[in-house]
């Protein structure tokens, strides 16, 4: 059972930048390393439906991002920490949002990238408030 804890959420002001990050652990003896997962991460704003952000490869050598995101966000990943990362920059007030990172069996992320169905292992969440 992967584990996943997303954090580096908190509250900026427009125009400022943030890095989340969300650290996995407990994989399965046949999947010992996070780079057998393709990773993604979502966000649900209020009142909103969830919708993908992005997803990365399990070797990192290729992303996918929503069309919203304009070149804002980047995606990356350290398989040797296990560890997934989001830099946001140029954060909007309707980022705001709870961001949750999900890894999917798979070294690809696939056309079906945003579907949050096709993710098997979800986290609890990281807050993010843009705000003046």
């Known amino acids: 059972q992967v584990h996943l804890v997303e954090s580096g959420g908190g509250l900026v002001q427009p125009g400022g930048s943030l890095r989340l990050s969300c650290a996995a652990s407990g994989f399965a003896v046949s999947r010992n390393s996070l780079a057998y997962y393709a990773m993604g991460w979502f966000r649900q704003a209020p009142g909103k439906e969830r919708e993908g952000v992005s997803c990365?490869?399990?070797?990192?050598?290729?992303?996918n991002y929503a069309d919203f995101v304009n070149g804002r966000f980047v995606i990356s990943r350290d398989n040797a920490k296990n560890t997934l990362y989001l830099q946001i920059d140029n954060l909007k007030p309707e980022d705001t949002a709870v961001y949750y990172c999900?890894?999917?069996?798979?070294?690809?992320?696939?056309?079906?990238?945003?579907?949050?169905?096709?993710?098997?292992?979800w986290g609890q969440g990281t807050q993010v408030t843009v705000s003046s």
């Open positions: 999900a890894a999917r069996e798979g070294f690809f992320c696939g056309s079906d990238w945003s579907r949050g169905p096709r993710y098997e292992y």
């Open positions: 990365i490869s399990g070797s990192g050598r290729s992303a």
